[in-house]
């Protein structure tokens, strides 16, 4: 059985070199050996465009058009949108209720952006709570891994410890 690979990308925008050599050649270099799951991240794209959602909406099918483009294959990947997938919203309020605040903002992207976007009013929940939701996407599909970008490694070091969280609560899922 192959490995689980889930990556997203938010539409917030057109697509530009940066996506090409940043994230779709890699994705396209896993589609053969692994089951690969990639979705547009609607709702990731919510915590800094809540203001204009319009161009996430306008975004989401040239992104799935370029991902075709560049040589992904809908035949070998799962192309989804992510608020589509009802259980990513409630594994999210799920893990919500159990992640301590101190652990999203010692967050270093978190801290970062803030700095970096200082003309947006990021100061929501969604803005602060977009690891968690990360880690819905990530471990709804017992992903074995997850190609992100360098800024995101912080965010799959807190899934690893919103899973442990999970199952020390609960028990193993």
Request: with cysteine; aromatic share 12%.
């Amino acid at each position: 059985m192959k490995k689980v690979i889930v990556s997203g990308m938010r539409p917030t925008g057109q697509m530009h070199v940066g996506h090409l050599h940043g994230a779709l050649l890699n994705w396209k270099s896993f589609q053969d050996d692994y089951n690969c799951l990639y979705f547009i991240a609607d709702w990731h794209a919510l915590t800094t465009e809540y203001e204009s959602p319009s161009i996430i909406q306008e975004s989401k099918i040239d992104m799935i058009i370029d991902w075709i483009a560049v040589g992904l294959d809908p035949n070998k990947c799962v192309f989804f949108v992510q608020s589509e997938i009802k259980e990513h919203a409630e594994l999210h309020l799920l893990f919500s209720m159990i992640v301590p605040l101190p652990w999203l903002e010692r967050n270093p992207t978190y801290k970062e952006q803030l700095r970096e976007i200082s003309t947006r009013d990021l100061y929501t929940y969604g803005f602060l709570g977009y690891p968690v939701l990360q880690a819905a996407d990530i471990l709804i599909y017992k992903a074995n891994g997850v190609p992100v970008g360098e800024d995101q490694a912080p965010h799959v070091e807190l899934t690893r410890n919103i899973a442990r969280r999970f199952n020390y609560l609960y028990g193993e899922v």
